[in-house]
Nanobody, 121 residues
Framework: QVHLVESGGGLVQPGGSLRLSCVGS????????MGWYRQAPGKQRELVAT???????NYGNAVKDRFAISRDNAKKTVYLQMNNLRPEDTAVYYC???????????????WGQGTQVTVSS
């Protein structure tokens, strides 16, 4: 079952902007941390940004001062505003959430299927 659905990826020129969205399914509850990770070809998955239910944020060093994470708890949605994009930002971006799923004991570490972001001229 797909619990997280990302959207907003695409092709953008260097210096451009994109906004990613990730919507949690209606069945999710008690969503704690939400965040974004990315994986470029041949590289390990790395932290982009996370945000707690209270709004505390954390960013990977590569994206500080260029990206901004936010969330709408009522909509179970997390956003990633990406500005001043660089070719090295090219990767598949994955949404992540720590949430409870009906019928399953304990919070679950959930992942979306990913959305491709390509920065190229």
């Amino acid at each position: 079952q797909v619990h997280l659905v990302e959207s907003g990826g695409g092709l953008v020129q260097p210096g451009g902007s994109l906004r990613l969205s990730c919507v949690g399914s209606e069945s999710l509850f008690s969503i704690a941390h939400m965040g974004w990770y990315r994986q470029a070809p041949g590289k390990q998955r790395e932290l982009v940004a996370t945000i707690t239910s209270g709004g505390r944020t954390n960013y990977g060093n590569a994206v500080k001062d260029r990206f901004a994470i936010s969330r709408d708890n009522a909509k179970k949605t997390v956003y990633l505003q990406m500005n001043n994009l660089r070719p090295e930002d090219t990767a598949v971006y994955y949404c992540n959430a720590d949430a409870w799923v009906p019928g399953v004991q304990g919070s679950q570490d959930l992942w979306g299927q990913g959305t491709q972001v390509t920065v190229s001229s």
